[in-house]
């Protein structure tokens, strides 16, 4: 299984994940999984059906809010918040390392007007470091 990073009391992030995976974060009490890695980054890896598939039979909502080396735009935040919101409990976001998720999860949460000196302690806590993402942070959060 891979580690799991908590980040507040409703978002976790993770590196990749795989199917097998899926009973034990349910049983970790998540409702939800967000997949932010494009299928075929890497050899090897499980598809996003396959997540999702699992994630169904699960009982667990499932996201693909694929982060390409093309980064973050405002689809991939609008998609965030809504699958933040949408989940009645904690979600599990997932990607190569855990770092796009965080840093999507930072950015979603900055928009939706969070303290952007607070997610990043959060994500510090987990051991990812948002501190040159804080004047995008900033701004996302201002303009709320």
Sequence with gaps: MAQIRTLNESVAVAPQIVPADVPVIKQAGFVAIVNNRPDGEEPGQPSGD?????????????????????????AELDAMVQALTA??????????????????????????????????A????????????RPTLESLSAAQ
Aim: charged fraction near 15%.
């Design 122 to 133: 959060q994500a510090e806590a987990a051991g990812y470091d948002l501190s040159a993402l």
């Design 50 to 74: 396959s997540i999702r598939e699992a994630a169904e039979a699960a009982g667990l909502a499932y996201t693909a809010i694929p982060v390409t080396p093309a980064g973050i735009g405002h």
């Design 87 to 120: 989940a009645d409990g904690p979600v599990l976001a997932y990607c190569r390392s855990g770092t796009r998720s965080c840093n999507l999860w930072a950015l979603a949460a900055a928009r939706a007007g969070r303290n952007p000196t607070l997610l990043i």
